[in-house]
């Protein structure tokens, strides 16, 4: 069965600073590969995904990842944080034979400083 | 609005009582799935359907938990003889795929129905 760890439980950068947050996954085959976000009450957003291809991929709010098989990793990027960044982000990785269930890490929570 | 719309957002019930939870999906979306958040974690993948026809059921719904989705549209997940343990926000999501596997359509998250049970 895949599973997917999320190390980092807290996070908190300043605003302005770089961020990397980490995925590692364990699945049999190529997997299909999900970073979302979630606030305080809210649903899950998409931020990006990785299906086949470019293994750098781009997503929405200046957000980026890097599938790197050899390290069973898909680790989260931006640049620049803004404050409107702090919240929940979770790692995802779906079932490529069966309906895109998707199994999800424990999440890594954000805090950005002012 | 035309996103995965989920009622009601917040229910409060005791021990022993029943719950349905109604989700509505994007419109023209052939697949939808429930899954099941606790405070601190991440969602676990709890059951989906193609059309009307449910294909999935993780062993996390137990038989007090039931999924339908008589039309193909909306569906509803009962909890009958609700446990303190059932307390969680019960997600539903939905895409839009071709056949049984995977095409990799993006998955579509409601904001959830929050459950509480006292």
């Known amino acids: 069965a895949q599973s997917v760890t999320q190390p980092d439980i807290h996070i908190t950068v300043s605003e302005g600073a770089s961020l990397e947050l980490r995925c590692n996954y364990s699945?049999?085959?190529?997997?299909?590969l999900f970073w979302y976000v979630q606030s305080p009450g809210q649903g899950l957003q998409l931020l990006l995904k990785?299906?086949?291809?470019?293994?750098l991929v781009q997503g929405i709010k200046g957000f980026e990842a890097e599938f790197k098989r050899s390290q069973s990793s898909f680790n989260l990027r931006k640049p620049s944080v803004h404050w409107s960044d702090a919240a929940e982000y979770f790692c995802?990785?779906?079932?490529?034979?069966?309906?895109?269930?998707?199994?999800f890490g424990g999440g890594t929570r954000l805090m950005v400083k002012p | 609005d035309t996103g995965v719309s989920q009622n009601p957002r917040h229910k409060i019930t005791k021990r022993g009582q029943n719950v349905t939870f109604r989700c509505d999906p994007i419109?023209?979306?052939?697949?939808l799935y429930w899954y099941r958040q606790t405070l601190g974690q991440g969602p676990e993948f709890l059951t989906y359907?193609?059309?009307?026809?449910?294909?999935?059921k993780s062993r996390l719904l137990s038989d007090r938990f039931s999924a339908e989705r008589p039309k193909g549209s909306f569906s509803t997940l009962e909890i009958q003889r609700t446990e303190q343990g059932d307390s969680a926000m019960y997600l539903c999501a939905s895409s839009l795929s071709m056949g049984r596997r995977a095409a990799g359509n993006t998955i579509y998250f409601g904001e959830g129905s929050w459950l509480t049970v006292v």
């Open positions: 699945y049999g085959a190529t997997p299909y």
């Open positions: 990785y299906f086949s291809g470019d293994t």
């Open positions: 419109s023209e979306h052939n697949r």
């Open positions: 359907f193609q059309n009307e026809a449910q294909l999935e």
């Open positions: 995802a990785v779906g079932e490529r034979n069966a309906g895109n269930m998707l199994t």
